[in-house]
Structure formats: structure tokens, C-alpha cells
């Protein structure tokens, strides 16, 4: 079996369509310069014909604003810059096919070497213009996915933008890419389409022929080839009921999370990045429960980003929520969370060292600007912001005392700061736990980080395939903390949420709500299904369910009451 990484989720089997690209061989013979030229000049008309049909193509099966880049690409084609220096290059004895190779090259490295991570990635568009080009030029036929008739699924190095956009769903029930990773190009592609998809599946090309049969699990990033009968008959049918599963689902999407007895929850969303946010709307997230902003900082190339690139990011989330809550945790390095341009201190137990805000503490240069970021930002929508890893009082009051400081400056240097943001913390540290009522009195809510809280309560690395026996949100050490966090919090009028991955496991949900949570904040695919599971059960009920699981001996013996009370209820 092969692992890839799960990127559009959807459960299928079905023949292997090799996506590979043409070889390019140069030609090593050159015409005159005049008809150099006017073989250049046809191929650019050929490529502009071919990227407005795939245009229009994809016009219907894709947003406006993906299709922009179409758009984006036909202007790059058209740049006098670009065609002028391909131009120059065969007057100056260049063949065109060679001319347009150096030129996109070289526009592809200045474009991938600059700072800003918008021009970065327009280095992949003008690669795929320029291939496009080039393969004109030299008359090789750019494979065309739109010709596929037949149900496959595609297997490739990675897929560009406009190859995601030519694939038909009726034929094309998944990909599975060698390259990628869950923010590239494809993957997103993929989540808007909703084609299942794999990317990062090593060893697929060489492991595949066309024509093979493929089992692909894209909810685990499980690939089998010639696949067994039983696995075959196993995939399809787990396939079909996701199928059914999430098309019934769509109904929730503007559905209040209520329970039979109308206590309401709210389901908020997990994001890393601004692009997450369209999956949130799509899934009906009813805010942002947990932005890990380090990710900002794990994709910057060379530096800590500055207060401007971290603004406008900022801002797109909240502008695109549209007035609902955002909370944006503070900078969360560290761990297993590593920087290209920072070097961490040599620690013998990372995961308990130098990290988090901890980190930002020491180093409040890096702090003060992300605050000034997030501050700025807030005046487009309903910042809140929180802490992580806080284990005392007095980090709290430090950490939130530079956040006041730094909301002054900007009023005094005359910017907008939203109103009424709620500064509140993570309780992923047992110590913030056990502690919680004092917190509460500080802090304007809690969100309980049950994927650090069980590491720490349970002395077991979250990471460690060893110890992963005692990795155990459910054990009732982890629920007990759990409990006391969210009786604190109410006790002095502050809401608690859980934005670990705890918040989405459906066993867990019933007790969560017993114990009174208000925010369960989940990646967005996890929504609907959550909110189907609360919309299903009655608080007051949970309420004892919630009481007699803590009073049971073991993780073990609450999966299985919680399952056989799901099962007979
Ligand atoms: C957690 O610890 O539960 C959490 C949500 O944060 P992260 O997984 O980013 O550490
Ligand atoms: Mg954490």
C-alpha cells in the first residue's frame, strides 16, 4: 500500500490514466529569423486559442475568481516584456523554441526568488504558460485531459492549475500526485472541485501503468494498486455511503447546531491559511475557532513575515467571515513546529522548551509586530484573539499587557482598532487546567488544545507511534481537566471551546456537550457531521451520560458506553 496525503476527500476504485507530460526535445536546426518569428508568433495565437477554450470549459465548474486565473494566464502570454525578449532572442540567431525556453526560465526564477509570497507563486503560472508555448512551438500536443471518455483516475508528477480546471467529474473520479502538499495548487483545486484526491504519494508513477486498477482512500491518503476483490467490493461500498453521507449532509449547511432540547452550540472552524476560508463557508462554519497563524511563518522562505504581509492576511480572513468571530492564536512555534530562518536552542525536550508564547515573551520584537498585525486587522470584522501554552498567571497578564500596549500605540498613531475584542487563552497546559478558575478570571474565554492537553496530561508525545497507546483525549484524567476548565470558565460568565482535534471525534461530542462546551472549532470537512451528531441529541440527557462517564476507570470503557449508548439510543 502506498501513504499520500489526503487533500479531497472521497473514497473510489477505478483504472489508472498516466498524466505525463511531453518530452521536449529542442530542435538543433534554425530557420531563418523571419520564419523563427512567425512560428513564434502562430504558436502564441495557437496558446491563447487553447487557454481561452479551457477557459471556457471551466466556465460554469468553477468560481469567478478561479477562473481569474485564465485570465491571468493570457495576459502573462501577451506581456510585450515577455514576447518582446523572446523576440529579441531569435533576432539575435536564437532558435524560437529555445528563445522561449531561456526567457521563461529566466521570468520563472526572478518570479520564485522574490519576497512576496503573491509573486512567488505566479512563478508556477508563467512555467505553465511557457510550457504551453513551448510545446506549440516545437508541435507536440499538450496532453488533453478533456478528451478523457471513460471513468479514470489520474496519476501524475503534480497537476498545474489549468490541468485541474479541464477535468470533467463524470470521467475523472479522483488524482493521485506524486508531488504536493495540502496548500499546492492541485490540492485546493481539487477541494473546490470536490474530486477526490491524493497528492504526495510517493512512489505512484513508477508503481503505476495506464490501465491499472487503483483502490484510493482520500480521507486517509491510502492508495492500493490491483487492488484485491474483497478490497475492490470494501472501497466501493465505503465510497458510495461517503457519497450518500455528505450529499445529505448539504442540508445542515445554514442549520443552527442545536440540540433536541434547544441548547445551542456553536461550530467553528480550524484554519491555517486565508485560502481555508472557503471551505468553512461551504461546510457552514459558523466561525473561526482556531487560526494557527505560525503557518504564515512556516511558509515564509527567509525571515519572520513582516506586520504588512501579516495584515493583509489577517484582513482577508475577516473581511471573508463577514462579521463572525475569528480567533487568531498567537504565534505557535516551536515543537515540532520548526523555521527555516530562525534557529530554535538545543533542547533535550522540545515539545516542554523554548516555544509558543513562551517564545514570544522573550523575543516581544516578534511578538509586538504579529500583535500590531492582528490589532490593525481587527478593524474588518470580529477579531478575538488567545495565547497558547500558557501555564501561569503571570504569562497571561505579561502576554496581554504587551497586547494593551501595542493597541494604544496604533490608536495614538491614528489607526482603527476594532471594538470589544475578547483576548482570551488556550488551556493546553494541566497546570492552566487545574488552575482554570483563577484564568477565568483574567482571561475573556478559554479554548481547550486537547491535542497538547492529552500529550502533557498523559506524558505521551502526540508524535510517538510507541506510545501512542496512552495518547488518550477520552482517558478520564484528560476529561476531568476538561471539565474543570469549562465550570470555571461559566462560573465567572466566559465561554470555553475545544479546538483540538477532540472537538470533531463524534463519540466525544456527546459528552462535550454534557459537559456544557459552548465552541467546537474542527476542520471544516468535519462540520456538517458534527453538527448532524449535536442536532441528535438532548442536552439534558448528556448532561448524565457526561456524569457517569468521568466516574469510569478507563478511556476504553467510555468509548465503548458512549458507542453503545450512540447504538441503542
Ligand atoms: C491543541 O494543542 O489541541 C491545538 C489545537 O493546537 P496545535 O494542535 O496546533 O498544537
Ligand atoms: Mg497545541
Not at 526560465?105 to 511557457?130: H, L, T
Not at 475573556?444 to 508525545?461: E, H, K, P, R, V
Given at each position: 500500500m502506498l501513504k499520500g496525503i489526503a487533500v479531497s476527500s472521497g473514497i473510489v476504485v477505478g483504472k489508472v490514466y498516466k498524466y505525463v507530460q511531453p518530452q521536449i526535445v529542442l530542435q538543433e536546426t534554425r530557420g531563418e529569423t523571419a520564419s523563427e518569428l512567425a512560428k513564434f508568433k502562430e504558436a502564441v495565437a495557437k496558446t491563447e486559442a487553447d487557454i481561452t477554450k479551457i477557459k471556457e470549459r471551466a466556465t460554469g465548474k468553477l468560481k469567478p475568481e478561479e477562473l481569474e486565473i485564465f485570465d491571468a494566464h493570457l495576459t502573462m502570454l501577451q506581456d510585450p516584456e515577455y514576447q518582446g525578449q523572446i523576440e529579441m532572442k531569435i533576432n539575435d540567431g536564437s532558435n524560437a523554441d529555445a528563445a522561449c525556453q531561456e526567457?521563461?526560465?529566466?521570468?520563472?526564477?526572478?518570479?520564485?526568488?522574490?519576497?512576496?509570497?503573491?509573486?512567488?507563486?505566479?512563478?508556477?503560472?508563467?512555467?505553465?504558460?511557457?510550457?504551453?508555448?513551448?510545446?506549440?512551438?516545437i508541435g507536440v500536443k499538450v496532453p488533453d485531459l478533456t478528451t478523457i471518455d471513460e471513468e479514470v483516475i489520474i496519476v501524475a508528477s503534480d497537476l498545474t492549475p489549468s490541468d485541474t480546471a479541464q477535468m470533467d467529474k463524470n470521467y475523472i473520479i479522483g488524482f493521485c500526485t506524486e508531488e504536493g502538499g495540502r496548500t499546492s495548487h492541485s490540492a485546493i483545486m481539487a477541494r473546490s472541485l470536490e474530486i477526490p484526491a491524493v497528492v504526495g504519494c510517493r512512489g505512484i508513477l513508477e508503481?503505476?501503468?495506464?490501465?491499472?486498477?487503483?483502490?484510493?482512500?482520500?480521507?486517509?491518503?491510502?492508495?492500493?494498486?490491483?487492488?484485491?476483490?474483497?478490497?475492490?467490493?470494501?472501497?466501493?461500498?465505503?465510497?458510495?455511503?461517503?457519497?450518500?453521507?455528505?450529499?445529505?449532509?448539504?442540508?445542515?449547511?445554514?442549520q443552527p447546531s442545536i440540540s433536541l432540547d434547544g441548547h445551542k452550540v456553536e461550530i467553528a472552524a480550524n484554519i491555517g491559511t486565508p485560502k481555508d476560508v472557503d471551505g468553512v463557508i461551504k461546510n457552514g462554519g459558523e466561525a473561526v475557532g482556531l487560526y494557527r497563524t505560525e503557518f504564515l511563518y512556516m511558509d515564509s522562505v527567509d525571515d519572520f513575515p513582516d506586520e504588512e504581509t501579516q495584515f493583509v492576511a489577517y484582513k482577508e480572513v475577516l473581511e471573508r467571515m463577514n462579521g463572525k468571530r475569528v480567533v487568531f492564536r498567537?504565534?505557535?512555534?516551536?515543537?515540532?513546529?520548526k523555521l527555516n530562518y530562525f534557529e530554535f536552542p538545543e533542547e533535550l525536550n522540545p515539545f516542554l522548551g523554548y516555544r509558543a508564547v513562551r517564545l514570544c515573551l522573550d523575543r516581544q520584537d516578534i511578538f509586538r509586530t504579529q500583535l500590531r498585525a492582528i490589532l490593525r486587522a481587527s478593524a474588518y470584522g470580529r477579531a478575538a484573539i488567545m495565547?497558547?501554552?500558557?501555564?501561569?498567571?503571570?504569562?497571561?497578564?505579561?502576554?496581554?499587557?504587551?497586547?494593551?500596549?501595542?493597541?494604544?500605540?496604533?490608536?495614538?498613531?491614528?489607526?482603527?482598532?476594532g471594538e470589544n475584542i475578547e483576548v482570551g487563552m488556550m488551556v493546553e497546559i494541566p497546570a492552566s487546567a487545574i488552575m482554570a478558575e483563577k484564568f477565568a478570571?483574567?482571561?475573556?474565554?478559554?479554548?481547550?488544545?486537547?491535542?497538547?492537553?492529552?500529550?502533557?496530561?498523559?506524558?505521551?508525545?502526540?508524535g510517538s507511534k510507541e506510545v501512542s497507546y496512552l495518547y488518550q483525549p477520552l482517558n478520564p484524567g484528560v476529561l476531568t481537566l476538561i471539565k474543570k476548565a469549562i465550570d470555571a470558565a461559566h462560573k465567572y460568565g466566559k465561554w470555553c471551546g475545544v479546538c483540538g482535534e477532540l472537538a470533531s471525534d463524534v463519540v466525544a461530542a456527546p459528552i462535550l456537550l454534557g459537559l456544557g462546551l459552548d465552541e467546537?472549532?474542527?476542520t471544516a470537512p468535519s462540520i456538517l457531521p458534527a453538527r448532524k451528531m449535536i442536532r441528535s441529541l438532548n442536552y439534558e440527557e448528556m448532561k448524565g451520560l457526561a456524569e457517569k462517564v468521568l466516574d469510569l476507570e478507563s478511556q476504553d470503557e467510555i468509548r465503548a458506553y458512549v458507542e453503545d449508548y450512540l447504538k441503542n439510543r
Open positions: 526567457v521563461t526560465d529566466m521570468m520563472v526564477n526572478m518570479f520564485s526568488m522574490m519576497e512576496d509570497e503573491y509573486f512567488k507563486e505566479r512563478a508556477a503560472d508563467i512555467k505553465d504558460v511557457g510550457h504551453r508555448l513551448l510545446c506549440n512551438i508503481g503505476t501503468k495506464d490501465g491499472d486498477i487503483i483502490a484510493m482512500d482520500a480521507t486517509t491518503g491510502d492508495v492500493i494498486v490491483s487492488p484485491s476483490e474483497d478490497i475492490v467490493a470494501d472501497y466501493t461500498k465505503r465510497g458510495d455511503a461517503l457519497k450518500a453521507e455528505k450529499e445529505a449532509l448539504k442540508v445542515l449547511v445554514d498567537t504565534l505557535d512555534i516551536g515543537g515540532d513546529k495565547f497558547p501554552m500558557i501555564a501561569t498567571i503571570d504569562e497571561f497578564k505579561r502576554a496581554k499587557a504587551l497586547y494593551e500596549e501595542e493597541r494604544e500605540k496604533l490608536i495614538k498613531e491614528g489607526y482603527n482598532v478570571q483574567y482571561a475573556d474565554f478559554f479554548s481547550i488544545g486537547t491535542n497538547d492537553l492529552t500529550q502533557y496530561t498523559m506524558a505521551a508525545d502526540r467546537f472549532s474542527m
